[in-house]
């Protein structure tokens, strides 16, 4: 069956062509796709202070940019998300890396802001449709084993959004400059294709007859409110809300990391080589990657890994605004380090308890809403960020935004605290 068949919904034929490949194969793939995409959408980090001054925009401009990914993902997750329900997981991860192509293609020969822009936006989107899918793709490659499907789900995410600013940084030293790292992402997704397109596709999760209009539908998000019971749908809203608070916020951390402080880092540190600056920028989301992967977790834990992670986060990113002013390169190292390692704790913990508080008819709909807020936390408070550092300087809006985001999530880590302790946590 082909790619073209599967996204015009068609059956499939009884006599399948392609290649039966094994299960490893499929996981590998499966990762592999939306690790590369993640990794290309967060190639350009160490390379926007330079872009910011070849093409003449600011910091509003460079804060512009990284949005406009945020949103385009957000949109595709809310209005195309679960396409792959209905054309298979492989022709969405064939349509996803297609528009991570275009996007690496167009963000490289960008002379402009909007054209910058514009191939976030694919970037954007193309992470988006893979999101789903490949979580999806996991899941059913391992039935039994759920927990291993999670595990690499956050090991092909977490790593490739790490590891995407270190790359970067990387690869434009290489003769080419900027384009470089884009030219060879462009060449690793084009590799990927073949197999996914020789590959035989498994039949798509629903594809009854009559539903190609509602099954391309937008989904429905909607907040855990009904449960069973007055204090149980009162404890589940509290968790559902601390968590996506701690997701809002996190991740509008992560926005500045990704969009402003290699320029930050180049300005108080004297580092001008997008590779030093590129590792700087992934250190937080590299022990945020660590930190979920390695730390154990689970239901009983998460009240308590929130408080912990919640704190941790408060104190790491005070200390974060004070080394931004003072130019202290191990306060800013080791602060950097501390809050991925707190938001990795804490983000996790708020998963858990959302998870084991709604019941399962709803679990999808609530964790698809718990991820747009969370994606949204990388954009709005990063353009915030932006207008203020065009207004009064990045050097002084860098620490007055890291500071509120410290007072914020030290009153999360009190709500956290007081908050009831669910039933055997």
């Known amino acids: 069956m082909t790619v073209i068949a599967e996204l015009r919904m068609h059956a499939p034929a009884a006599a399948r062509p392609g290649w039966d490949a094994s299960r490893t194969v499929r996981l590998v793939l499966s990762g592999a796709v939306m690790f590369l995409l993640l990794v290309g959408a967060n190639l350009a980090t160490p390379l926007y202070a330079g872009l910011q ?5 600011g910091s509003l ?44 293609a167009v963000f490289a020969s960008a002379g402009s802001l909007p054209a910058l822009c514009g191939g976030r936006v694919l970037q954007g989107m193309a992470v988006g449709l893979a999101t789903g899918a490949c979580a999806a793709a996991l899941r059913e490659l391992l039935p039994q084993r759920p927990e291993w499907a999670s595990r690499f789900t956050l090991l092909a995410s977490s790593g490739g959004v790490a590891l995407g600013p270190v790359l970067g940084g990387a690869l434009a030293v290489l003769p080419g400059g900027p384009a470089v790292p884009f030219a060879v992402h462009a060449l690793l997704l084009a590799v990927l294709l ?22 391309v539908r937008p989904a429905r998000l909607l907040a855990p409110r009904s449960l069973r019971g007055a204090v149980l749908a009162g404890q589940a809203r509290r968790t559902f809300w601390l968590a996506a608070a701690t997701g809002f916020l996190s991740f509008a951390l992560f926005g500045y990391q990704l969009a402003l402080s290699p320029a930050v880092f180049a300005r108080v540190l004297g580092l001008g080589t997008p590779a030093a600056l590129g590792a700087l920028a992934g250190l937080t989301l590299a022990a945020s990657a660590a930190s979920q992967l390695l730390v154990p977790g689970g239901r009983r834990r998460a009240r308590r890994d929130s408080v912990l992670g919640l704190t941790a986060l408060a104190v790491s990113v005070g200390v974060l605004a004070w080394g931004t002013t003072a130019g202290s390169a191990a306060a800013l190292i080791l602060a950097s380090a501390v809050a991925g390692a707190g938001q990795g704790v804490a983000f996790r913990a708020g998963f858990d308890a959302v998870a084991s508080s709604v019941p399962a008819e709803r679990h999808a709909q609530t964790v698809s809403l718990l991820y747009v807020v969370t994606y949204l936390g990388s954009a709005v408070p990063v353009l915030g960020l932006g207008a ?7 050097g002084v809006a860098a620490p007055i935004f890291l500071l509120a985001c410290s007072l914020a999530f030290g009153a999360l880590a009190l709500f956290a605290l007081r908050a009831p302790r669910a039933a055997g946590a």
């Open 53 to 57: 001054e070849r093409l003449g925009y």
């Open 61 to 104: 401009g460079t804060t512009m940019a990284f949005a406009s990914y945020v949103l385009a993902l957000v949109g595709v997750l809310v209005t195309a998300g679960h396409w792959s329900d209905y054309v298979g997981r492989r022709a969405a991860m064939v349509l996803a890396v297609i528009l991570g192509l275009a996007g690496s």
């Open 194 to 215: 073949v197999p996914l397109v020789l590959v035989r596709a498994r039949p798509a999760a629903l594809l009854p007859a009559g539903l190609v209009r509602t099954g």
């Open 388 to 394: 203020l550092a065009g207004a009064v300087g990045l």
